[in-house]
């Protein structure tokens, strides 16, 4: 069982992110950085089935800028064998691009299943993904919330609004891994010193045209600040009156 | 021609979805931008046909039908295929989905067909020159993205609610068409669909949202959290991922970073302490409320209305009194 699993470098979220100069990205200046949570799952998910086969390689491909190598250790820490950098700096925001570079990458590649996170946490796209299953021309299943492999085949669920769906495919696939099929691993202390004699490929990525790009970040118009009410049971009667008067929900 | 806009439909179970309504509104009021008429693709198994017509209420101008029995269940290969040889085939200028659960793996498989990026989750949408540009929130919400489409035809997905279904009755002419190839032969296959609670309010749906959290301290104590929902008649119930994570709440009901992300009309946390990873998921709701012991709380930062003490006595008075407000 070979498989790949496409991770992305993201900042951390709890931030009160700022604007750069150029009023079409976020102010990188003492951001902190990670593996995109969902990436996190994927590999994850990713490690448990080589292990409970006792056999296989789990290869980590990113898209990114030279720091992107740290995601890439860390998912070698975690257990992945190797690891390969498409350089792209920036990462561009169009998500065909970057698929095409994936697809590139991957094409070839004897792999039985391709993971990805269901959605980097920063640009929220969701769709490289099954983009990159087109590219491919391979069996996808998107936002998987558990997924099987057996006797190449697959079973996934996905969560719908209210509902479920079960899915059956044919391998070689590409899933994209929703919360829920694993909860990542801390790299052991053996894994972080493994992890830097791992071999670490890197080579441009091939995104060919950008179609779409960011021409404008900005931060959300401010909450007005809220009030409190009051303390406790005595409070009530005044929330109700201004649900009612003031947000008219009521 | 090329001012045309596709829009596409969802169903489930043979009916559409409220998010079908959205999508041809979204087209709509596109097309309308430029001159140009609206055509909308139903796939579904034989008798959906029967619900096309609704469609023209919206705004479509052309419906086109595609009953086949492989179409029942979720059919993501059939339905991409379906789609993007229809886009090819009309010359359109934008095909516009909604991202629902399954907008959210259908629309990128179309973009990927027709070989361009896709624009997703778009906040709002609209047409500038030869360009697409729509609003994306990112990072969590924090941030909002403007972005800018230069391809053609532009394939944009609609965060569900964004825009509201707005009647707009066109005289539609529906049209019956064959599949793109075999809808049965897709490798890709829903092999059950499992239904929930059809009583129970989606989160993505429900105008108003009662969540619980830590402070509920119990899993029993959720029935505070339901009987205030009930109350308000028109309420889902959501939760907190420290809660989902307990095994107090399935987790469908999470909301947050790593869960649904909702803004409903009204959201009232209960015992919430208003971690970023919650507020990710509900902090663009309409109207805040937050019930807490700790006038400290973060949740207090971002609700319109607060109530410092103990949950278990300020919900069951908050419950009374909508029940009461209610009856008026």
Redesign the interface.
Known sequence: MKIAVCIKRV?E??V??K?APSGTS?DETGLKWDMS??DGYAVEAALQMTEKLGSGEVVVVTVGPDAAQETLRKALSMGAARAIHLKADPIP?????I?RALAAELQGGGYDLILFGKMS???????????????LNL?????A?KLEVANGKG?AR?????????????LP?VVSID??VARPRYPSLKGIMAAKKKPLEVKPAQLGDV??????????PE??P????????A???E??R???TE?K?? | MANNVLAFAESRGGDLRKVAYESVTVARVLADATGGDVHVVVAGPPGIAAKAGALGTYGADVVTVVEHAAFADYNPEALSALLADRAKSGGYRVVALIASAQGKDLAPRVAGKLGVPLASDLTTVRLDGDKVVGTHPVNTGKVIATVTLAANPAVVSLRPGAVTAAEKPRSARVETAAPSGDPAASRVKVTQTIAGNTAKLDLGDAPVIVSGGRGLKAPENFKLVEDLAAAFGNAAVGATRAVTDDGWRPHSDQIGQTGRQVSPNLYVAVGISGAIQHLAGMRTSKTIVAINKDPEAPIFKVADYGIVGDVLEVVPALTAAVKAAKAH
């Open positions: 900042p979220m709890d009160r992110f604007i976020v949570d969902f925001f169009d998500n065909f691009a698929a946490i920063d640009s929220s796209n969701g769709a490289v993904g099954p983009i990159t299953a087109e590219l069996p996808c299943v998107a936002a919330s079973t996905r969560e719908l609004e209210g509902a479920a769906e079960l899915l059956e495919f044919p696939a919360e829920g179609r779409m790009t960011v021409s404008t970040m900005a931060l959300p909450r007005p809220g009030r409190i009410l009051g303390d406790g049971v409070a009530v009667p929330l109700v201004l649900l009612q947000a929900v009521l």
